[in-house]
């Protein structure tokens, strides 16, 4: 016959004994409390098959023969439903910022022989750069006797313009007006979400209306060339 303690103290919690414990010689016990209290508890045959079948078990639901109810979830914290007019705004200023990135851009047409000869898109200029480029970067050029600006192309890949430091000088003020005004027709729109109070009159808000048409600045090669 097998006798089954268990014993808070014991390695293995669980010990199996040919022979019952000496009661002389160890504290046994019969209680849960005796279990804490350090006693050495034999388990019954019925206790024996309930943690054979449930192995997972704690040593107390063990004891006792029945398994702790499992904690029910709390149900989730409902998810407010947004504010319409707060989803509508923020739609509407995603639009505007598409449309002020979309507007970032300009072209330059090459001209030979009065034929145009290649028109490339150009990566934006922010205005750090060309507040940059007309005080600092193109006067120290001219002034070691370059008279040429290399621009790079916004294509895959890129190609270099060798543009004449006067026709930079003569249209980056142009590019400096139309940024000027996209600028301010972003803050406009912006202006305008804020304060609209009705999702109808976020919705007549032209994001794309009044922007000026892209620039495209023609480098005359046979100008220049001569010149």
């Known amino acids: 016959m097998i006798y089954t303690y268990i014993n808070k103290d014991a390695e293995t919690i669980y010990v199996e004994l040919d022979a019952p414990l000496d009661q002389d010689n160890n504290q046994i016990g019969s209680t849960w409390e005796d279990y804490i209290d350090g006693a050495w508890l034999l388990l019954n045959d019925e206790q024996v098959a309930f943690h054979d079948a449930n192995p997972e078990a704690s040593v107390e639901e063990i004891f006792n023969m029945q398994l702790a109810p499992v904690p029910e979830e709390p149900d989730p914290t409902p998810v407010p439903e947004p504010d319409p007019l707060f989803s509508a705004r923020q739609a509407k200023l995603e639009e505007i910022r598409i449309q002020d990135k979309f507007s970032e851009k300009f072209f330059v ?4 022989g009065g034929v145009e000869v290649a028109n490339y898109e150009m990566p934006w200029i922010e ?48 590019l400096e007006i139309y940024a000027t005004r996209t600028w301010d027709l972003m ?41």
């Open 109 to 112: 047409s090459v001209t030979s």
């Open 127 to 174: 205005r750090g750069l060309r507040s940059s480029l007309l005080n600092t970067t193109l006067p120290s050029l001219l002034s070691d006797g370059i008279t040429i600006k290399k621009f790079w192309t916004n294509t895959v890949p890129s190609e270099c313009i060798d543009a004449p430091i006067s026709w930079v000088e003569e249209n980056l003020p142009l």
């Open 187 to 227: 803050k406009a729109n912006e202006a305008a979400a804020y304060a609209a109070t009705t999702i109808e009159e976020i919705a007549q808000i032209d994001v794309k209306a009044d922007y000026p048409l892209f620039l495209t600045f023609e480098l005359n090669l046979d100008k220049y060339e001569q010149a």
